[in-house]
Structures are given as C-alpha cells and as structure tokens.
C-alpha cells in the first residue's frame, strides 16, 4: 500500500479532469451506474464537529474509494483546519488497498466545491453577475472563487456570523463584506456553505428568480434555508434519497410542502438541461455523493501512476 502525501495529491490533482469527472459522476450516478454505500455518520455536539465515511463504485472501474472525513469547526481558533481525513483506493479485483491519499480533507472539500460550480451552471440565470456567498469557512472560499471563475460572475458579496470572517475573506476574494439581508436582496447567485442547524435565510429574503446553491446540510439537524423556501421552489439535488433524509429537501418534505418525486436529481439535469423560467427559484440541494470522491480520487490515483516516480 501506498501512502501518499497532501503535496503529492495535489501535484496529481488536473483540476480540469476532475470537474469533468465529478460531472460525469453525477450523470451515471443518476442513470444507475454506481454503488453508493450508506452513509456514515457521527456528530460531536460539544466539539461541535462531523465524521462522514462514505464509499462508493462506478461500474467497470478497476477501483473503488472509501473515505473519512472529519469537519470540526472552532478547529480555526487552535490555529488549525476545519477540515481532515483521508480515501483509500482499493482494488475492485482483489481488494486490496492500492493507495491511502492523506488528503487532509483537501479532496473533500475540492470535490465540494467542484459540485457546487457544476450545480450553480446547471441553474444559473442567463445575464446574472453577482454571486452571495454565505458563511467565510473553507468551502465559502472555494466555492467562491471556482463559482465567480467558471461563470464569468463579476461581483462577490460575502457575509457570515463572524464579520471579521466575512471582511477577510471577501477581502481574499475581491469581494464585499454585507449584511444578509443586502446580500440577499443584490445577489443573483447564493451559495450556502455553513454547519447552521437553524435557518439562514428566511421567505422573504428570496425573490422570484434566485437561484441558491446550498451544501451546508450535509448531515442530519442541519439546515441553512427556511422550509417554506424549499415549498415556493424548483429543487435539484445530488442523490434523491440523501436529500431526502438529510438535506434541505427533508425539512420540506417531512412538513408536506413537497413531494419527493419532484426532486430533479443533478445527473438527470446534466443529460437533459432545463431551460428554467427566469422567475423560478431554483435551490440546488447537495450532500455530497460519495460518487464524487470516487471520481475525484481516481483522478489523483491516475495522475500518480502517470508521475515519473511511479513508472521508475
């Protein structure tokens, strides 16, 4: 078994190969081409943190991914990262353990950010220009500058809890730091990226034509939207069932607002886009599908059997 460093990963990460394979992953995820195992979760009330191992198979691949990552929040204030953990790579016709990619939750939150830049194209409204981006964490920074890259948007408002946070990062991004409401109101893209368990954004902060990308619920308790938005929206999301149980489409299901078979999976968008009306809001529920890190992973795991290291 290989054990593969956090520098060697990302020597081995092609950007451009990955978000077309977590593309692509969603698609045959969706047409019923892989095996996505259960997740797992565990959750740390005082920490406060998450562990989420998640595994998963694409059909006629020569390997699967399993993988462990950890998010504990005041991880920041001890001077380190929100984020860790690791995937294996594992022979699907021996089993055994090819590689170990100590990602330290780099490829997690990659892949993340990933979907969220495939997700905010697939709905995005023709002549937007200003993305919102709720939270200042890892994800609020990737996700920001993958989403304002890959859709040409030219203006970047920031808000979160902590205003410090919210300046540093919109200071990073070439952003502006602004309250909720106003994000809200001159936005035309939001993306949600926060652990919140109780609603950020209320009813009447949305207006007809928003679109919302949010990540945040990726667990079970968390919530980053008001239910009745869900009930007023069009909602696509990574994995029916996942959102289902524990995204922001189970708060609107559970209260009757919504029925599951309304839910466009992202795979399904991706083959047959839709041409939204331009007064529609649209929310983009993701969990995150362990189909993603398969595929995010395999891009590495090729990439090193590329390496000249690899071949000597």
Not at 82 to 101: C, H, K, P, Q, R
Not at 266 to 291: K, Y
Request: net charge negative; hydrophobic share 50%; with cysteine.
């Amino acid at each position: 078994m290989r054990v593969v460093s956090l520098p060697e990963i990302l020597a081995a990460l092609d950007e451009d190969a990955a978000l077309a394979a977590v593309a692509d992953g969603f698609r045959r995820f969706s047409a019923g081409q892989v095996q996505v195992a259960a997740v797992g979760h565990l959750a740390f009330a005082d920490a406060p943190g998450d562990c989420h191992i998640k595994s998963a198979h694409l059909a006629g691949d020569d390997v699967f991914v399993v993988k462990l990552a950890t998010s504990f929040y005041r991880n920041p204030g001890r001077g380190l990262s929100s984020s860790n953990g690791f995937m294996a790579v594992i022979s699907a016709e021996t089993g055994e353990i090819l590689a170990l990619l100590h990602d330290q939750g780099q490829l997690t939150d990659r892949r993340t950010a990933m979907a969220g830049a495939i997700a905010a194209r697939a709905i995005v409204r023709p002549g937007s220009a200003t993305l919102g981006v709720v939270g200042a964490g890892i994800q609020a920074r990737l996700q920001a500058r993958l989403i304002a890259r890959l859709l040409g948007l030219s203006s970047i408002l920031v808000w979160a809890r902590n205003g410090d946070r919210a300046a540093a990062l919109a200071a990073d991004v070439g952003g502006e730091a602004v309250g909720l409401p106003e994000l809200c109101d001159r936005a035309d893209l939001i993306v949600t990226t926060t652990p919140s368990t109780a609603p950020l954004l209320t009813a009447d902060m949305v207006r007809p034509g928003h679109r919302i990308v949010a990540v945040g619920a990726d667990g079970p308790g968390k919530q980053e939207l008001a239910t009745e938005i869900l009930g007023r929206a069009r909602i696509v999301v990574d994995s029916r069932a996942q959102c289902v149980d524990h995204g922001e489409a189970g708060w609107a299901v559970r209260a009757g607002l919504i029925d599951p078979a309304s839910l466009i999976e992202m795979g399904a968008l991706l083959d047959a886009p839709i041409a939204f009306d331009a007064d529609e809001i649209i929310v983009a529920d993701l969990t995150g599908v362990a189909v993603q890190d398969a595929a995010i992973a395999k891009v590495v795991w090729q990439g090193l059997q590329r390496a000249p290291s690899a071949r000597e």
